[in-house]
């Protein structure tokens, strides 16, 4: 039997995958992947990563879940993907299951991974780049220096609580933003804050700008996020 590998893929560029992770992809025979299911349509954000790497040659397997705040059928798609790698697994499959960004942080594998450790399954993880780090990166400005201190707050929906963790934070990262942005957008741009907006990182769709007067019409998509500094 082998181990079950969750593997990393990164924010969205192909390259930015580790050299262990892309060994092992090579060497699997089984790679589950997640995606999402919006108005019955089905699309993998990490697809097309795969298809980059050649790897679409594989035995390809997806999980689809609906964009709902509803965790019941989210649960459910879990519990039947993780019977699926058991049943792949005892087969004697190498088996591996990526996800976007980095495999534990607001990814959809930790929910699998908790399946596969209550069927006592041995899995081993390799982690990968945040998009937060890569959005950095890409403004060239550091998320921390020396002793500040950074927080990481998902679907903020009111201008208080950004606020609130200023108060023993230096570093702020809005993830999720999609849900509360125009509930607090007007309130952002009359801050004497610095912003550092995201969307898409590491795509052929990729934006970034430091001017949030410059998103005012513009619809905010699901990858996306904020980094904002005192």
């Known amino acids: 039997m082998h181990t079950i590998h969750g593997i990393a893929l990164g924010p969205g560029d192909p390259e930015l995958l580790?050299?262990?992770?892309?060994r092992i992809l090579k060497e699997v025979d089984l790679i589950f992947y997640p995606g999402s299911i919006t108005k019955n349509q089905k699309k993998s954000f990490v697809y097309?990563?795969?298809?980059?790497?050649?790897l679409e040659n594989k035995e390809l397997t997806g999980f689809f879940l609906k964009?709902?705040?509803?965790?019941?059928?989210?649960s459910d798609t879990y519990?039947?993907?993780?019977?699926?790698?058991?049943?792949?697994?005892?087969?004697?499959?190498?088996?591996?299951?990526?996800?976007?960004?980095d495999i534990s942080l607001y990814a959809s594998f930790s929910y699998l991974l908790k399946e596969l450790q209550d069927l006592e399954l041995p899995v081993s993880l390799v982690p990968g780049i945040n998009s937060f780090s890569l959005g950095a990166s890409q403004h060239q400005v550091?998320?921390?220096?020396?002793?500040?201190?950074?927080?990481?707050l998902p679907r903020v929906k009111k201008i208080q609580e950004i606020?609130?963790?200023?108060?023993?934070?230096?570093?702020?990262?809005?993830m999720?933003?999609?849900?509360g942005w125009n509930t607090f957008?007007?309130?952002?741009?009359?801050?004497?804050?610095?912003?550092?907006?995201c969307e898409r990182l590491g795509t052929n769709e990729e934006y970034i700008t430091t001017d949030l007067s410059t998103l005012a019409n513009r619809e905010i998509p699901y990858f996306s996020l904020l980094i904002i500094k005192k």
């Not at 999720?176 to 849900?179: C, G, L, N, P, Q």
Request: proline share 2%; glycine share 4%; charged share 25%.
């Open 185 to 197: 957008y007007t309130d952002l741009i009359q801050k004497n804050w610095k912003y550092y907006y």
């Open 176 to 179: 999720k933003i999609r849900s």
């Open 163 to 174: 606020t609130q963790y200023f108060q023993e934070f230096d570093t702020v990262v809005l």
């Open 67 to 74: 964009m709902s705040n509803d965790r019941k059928e989210a």
């Open 142 to 152: 550091p998320l921390s220096l020396l002793n500040d201190k950074v927080a990481i």
């Open 79 to 101: 519990a039947i993907t993780a019977k699926n790698i058991e049943e792949a697994y005892r087969s004697g499959k190498k088996i591996a299951i990526v996800c976007e960004g």
């Open 18 to 22: 580790t050299l262990k992770a892309l």
């Open 48 to 54: 097309p990563i795969l298809q980059y790497h050649g």
